[in-house]
C-alpha cells in the first residue's frame, strides 16, 4: 500500500491568521480548531512524524525526529463562529463516543492482539449515543484537514449537513467509517492517494485516527475502504435523538503511516 498526501503545516497551519475557513468559506480570522476535539483527550504536547521519519525508522515500535507542539493536535482553521457551532454539541457527542471506546479497549487483550497476524473485531455496544451528531463533528474536522483542497467549496452539501443540520446524503461514491483504535500513534491525513499494489486498487482518503477511535472518508476512488462502521448513512437522520447502539467493528492499530492501514505489528511483521 502506497500513499502520497499534504504536509501537516499545509493541513493544520501553527499561526493565526485571516483565511478561508474550511467550513463555511467566508474569509475571516481564523481560530484554534482541535483535531479531534479536547474533551476527547486531545492535550498535553503529542510529537508529530513526518513521512521522512516513519521511513528512517528501524523498528515498529521506535520512530526518529519528530516534533513536539504544545496544547494537543490543533491548527487554524475554522473561523470563531464555525468553531463554536461545531465545538458545542458536536464536539461533546465525539468525547461521549470516546470515552465508551476507550471503555471497551481497556476491556480487550490488547498486546495479544498486537502481536497477533489475523485482524481482530469485536462487538460493542453504546449507550444513549447520537450518531448523527458525531458524524457532523467528524466531517468537520475532515473538512478542517483537506486543507487547500477546499473540501465544502468542492461539495457544498457538507455546509448544509454540518452548519444547517440538513438531513442529505453524502456526495456520490463517498464512504465513512470508524473503527476503534488501539494506537499507539496518532494518525491525521489529509487528501492521500493510496493505492493497492496488489491489484492496483485506488482511492483517495482522509484520516483522523486518534486513540481510541478512528475515521476514515472516502471521497473518490473505486477501491473500498475496509470493514468498519458505516457513519456515512448517519448524515441522513438530524441530530438530537440519542438511542442505543449496537455495532461489530475492527480493533486498528497505528504501526503504519498510511491512512487505512490498521494491521497489527504481527501482521505487518508477518507480511515482509
Known sequence: MEADGASTSEMLPRRKAVGWCRLCGETRTLSREHIPPRGAGNKGEPTGYTI???????????LPGGRRSGGGIWGYTLCRDCNNATGGDYGKEYGRWA?????????LPLAEFASGTVPMGVEAGFPDVDPPALVRQVLSMMASLAGDWRLTEREPVLRSIILGRSEEPLPTGWELVMNLYAGPRSRLAGPALVVDGADGGWAWLLEAAFPPLAFL?????????????????????????????????????GYSPYPGDYRSRGEIEAAR
Open 52 to 62: 521522512d521519519d516513519w521511513l528512517k525508522r528501524e523498528t515498529l515500535e521506535h
Open 99 to 107: 470515552t465508551l471506546g476507550g471503555e471497551v479497549l481497556a476491556q
Open 217 to 253: 472518508l472516502k471521497i473518490a476512488g473505486p477501491q473500498p475502504i475496509g470493514p468498519g462502521v458505516d457513519l456515512a448513512s448517519a448524515t441522513a437522520a438530524s441530530p438530537g435523538k440519542p438511542r442505543d447502539v449496537r455495532f461489530t467493528c475492527q480493533v486498528g492499530f
